[in-house]
């Protein structure tokens, strides 16, 4: 079951989930210490402190990941890399304290076995790798709560005009772990497909998990059209509060003013625009010079008085 990253929380204690595998890992911890002391009484000084450097490898390695503190995932097969290195200079330099007699020859068909799965494995493991949402939907596969992979399909249906799926999978990592990325996977697509109101609903509820100017882009643009003036006034000015330099935020708080007759507003709107970004030269020009015009937004027509 090899994925990117994997996601499970066990809050009860349970044999299977908790005591089995603290036996294991304590069996396996037993097993390099007493290494350790055949490496210390059968071989020399030298070689028992190389066993000490790789054991320090190894736990340097995979201290970071014991969840002592909450990470933000449970598992990840990279996590293992450098510390799996640590752990095969163990292995390496405890082995001839073992004794084990057999003919070398009688390993070959094994070993060749042996290199072959794991070769094939990492063959096809490999493959996934191709493109990213070929990778996302192999990890959704293999580790179903894998929000974040979950994400990263969401936006390739939304880029490629799937938006019923898209909502689906939004939907399903919000379901897992609700964050501001997820919140506005979920408007944009309910936006393109036509559910406004839910596209406000998700935007806003993605602001109380925290603030990406694209949120604020997208709810200010529907909250032109589709809202009141005085929350579509009260968005904008949080915004220009929290992402002063956003020219979209700027360019939409113009068309915003404009389009309810405040001109002097639109014009110190529209400048702002225009100096932290490429603003359309017709909008600047219309608001600069008080000409009236309209836009198409949303499937509505918005008249800028």
Do not use: C
């Not at 408007?187 to 603030?211: F, H, I, M, R, T």
């Not at 625009?273 to 937004?297: C, E, H, R």
């Amino acid at each position: 079951k090899l994925s990117t990253t994997h996601y499970w929380v066990y809050s009860k204690f349970s044999v299977d989930h908790f005591l089995i595998p603290l036996i294991v890992d304590a069996a396996a911890v037993s097993l390099f210490v007493y290494l350790g002391f055949r490496v210390l009484h059968k071989l020399s000084k030298k070689q028992f402190k190389l066993y000490l450097f790789f054991s320090i490898w190894a736990v340097l390695g995979i201290l970071p990941y014991l969840q002592m503190v909450p990470l933000d995932m449970t598992l990840s097969e990279t996590w293992f890399y450098f510390s799996f290195a640590g752990l095969l200079g163990m292995i390496g330099v405890a082995l001839p304290t073992i004794k084990i007699s057999f003919k070398p020859e009688l390993l070959l068909v094994p070993v060749l076995i042996l290199v072959g799965v794991f070769g094939t494995r990492t063959a096809v493991r490999g493959m996934d790798y191709r493109s990213q949402i070929v990778l996302s939907r192999r990890d959704i596969a293999e580790s179903s709560r894998d929000y974040s992979a979950m994400m990263s399909v969401s936006q390739y249906d939304i880029d490629h005009g799937n938006y019923k799926e898209a909502i689906t999978y939004a939907q399903n990592s919000i379901n897992i772990y609700p964050v501001t990325a997820n919140y506005n996977l979920l408007g944009v697509a309910l936006e393109q497909n036509g559910d406004y109101q839910g596209a406000v609903n998700a935007y806003s509820k993605a602001l109380k998990y925290g603030d990406l100017s694209v949120v604020y882009e997208n709810l200010g643009l529907i909250l032109i059209v589709y809202s009141d003036p005085t929350s579509t006034s009260q968005l904008f000015q949080k915004a220009i509060n929290v992402y002063p330099g956003d020219f979209k935020i700027w360019l939409y708080l113009a068309i915003f003013e404009g389009a309810n007759g405040a001109n002097d507003k639109a014009k110190i709107a529209i400048h702002n625009a225009a100096k932290y970004g490429t603003v359309p030269a017709a909008i600047y020009n219309d608001i600069s010079n008080d000409q009236p015009f309209s836009i198409p937004l949303l499937g509505k027509t918005v008249l800028i008085k």
